[in-house]
């Protein structure tokens, strides 16, 4: 039996609170029992035994039968239930809703890159290459790969969820690799990640990959640079971060400002690393990941209810993205 939990239940769970009740169901779970055998079982008159028993039959738990017994016709009660679920009117765990901004690689809206460099788009490279400057160039909006040997390149991200919802988690994936010149699958590379300003987690790209072609590369694209990378998913949760599953620091939801209207998120290759080995970030159009930067928020709803994500998003996005870049290396 499932049983709601509102006014309707209240006969229901009248009717469980009492230890004579419990005790006339115990004995009805062996066998089928008159008034009689019930009130000798639990040793209560037979008045008694049959005022809990019709509380019981009301309540829609046990039901009476006329039956042949060894005296003749007789009244029996047997149960009608052999389980109660009673559903609350919210779920402890709700079932997640989700809002994903897929991210061009192109539309950061800060940067600091130092030589070996260069970005493209799926018709060819932007600018020259090794030529910072060109990280700058209004064709980088359309960029669908880019690499550097130090530096950052920073995304502003318009923060999904209304005041309604409780934001659950929050998983970043993106196709990365190392940047050495003409490539090296040995290469390892430290990459570090930061939210809200905040470092919270390093990922180590362990090449620049070459040995093959990157599936989705455009046939232009020269096969003796950046081929591949590595499908790489960061999650951010109350509890920590993990990256690829395997936790990497303990920050949370309140460490990184989750509640600002925008958020900044940051992938950077820094000078001072221990594998101090560049990083190329592969979007859709190229590498072995068709994806642009994937950007996912679980919430639940508040009160319990999902919600639809607003449809201006992508507006919103795309205003984010329109930011020009400063701090470019000169």
């Known amino acids: ?43 209560i008159s037979q008045p008694v035994a049959a005022k809990h028993i019709n509380v019981l039959a009301k309540a829609g738990i046990i039901k009476t039968q006329r039956l042949p017994g060894k005296q003749g016709v007789q009244k029996q009660s047997v149960l009608r239930v052999d389980n109660i679920d009673i559903e609350f009117p919210r779920k402890v765990n709700l079932a997640y809703e989700s809002s994903t901004i897929s991210l061009p690689v192109g539309q950061y809206t800060s940067c600091h890159v130092t030589p070996t460099c260069g970005l493209a788009t799926t018709k060819g490279i932007i600018g020259e290459l090794d030529e910072p400057r060109y990280f700058m160039d209004p064709q980088r909006f359309d960029a669908s790969i880019l690499w550097f040997t130090t530096g950052y390149v920073e995304y502003n991200l318009v923060n999904p969820i209304k005041d309604t919802q409780n934001l659950e988690m929050i998983d970043i994936s993106m196709e990365l690799g190392s940047e050495f010149p003409q490539g090296n699958n040995n290469w390892p590379s430290d990459i570090t990640f930061s939210f809200n300003g905040q470092d919270i987690g390093l990922y180590t790209s362990p090449g620049d990959f070459i040995d093959k072609r990157g599936y989705y590369n455009p046939d232009w694209y020269d096969s003796g640079i950046n081929q591949y990378g590595v499908k790489v998913t960061l999650r951010i949760t109350n509890g920590g971060c993990w990256i690829n599953g395997r936790q990497v620091s303990e920050f949370s939801f309140d460490d990184v400002a989750i509640t600002k209207p925008l958020w900044t998120f940051r992938i950077a290759a820094k000078e001072d690393a221990a594998n101090a080995g560049g990083c190329t970030l592969y979007g859709k159009g190229f590498g072995n990941y068709d994806q642009n930067i994937e950007v996912k928020s679980y919430y639940t709803d508040k009160d319990g209810d999902s919600l639809t994500y607003d449809e201006d998003r992508q507006t919103k996005q795309t205003e984010a993205n329109m930011g020009m870049p400063n701090n470019l290396a000169e």
Do not use: F, H, W, Y
């Open 1 to 43: 039996m499932k049983l709601p939990l509102n006014k309707d239940a209240l006969p229901i769970l009248s009717a469980l609170a009492s230890d004579t009740r419990i005790a006339i169901i115990e004995q009805l779970s062996k066998r089928k029992m008159n008034v009689g055998e019930l009130a000798e079982a639990l040793g």
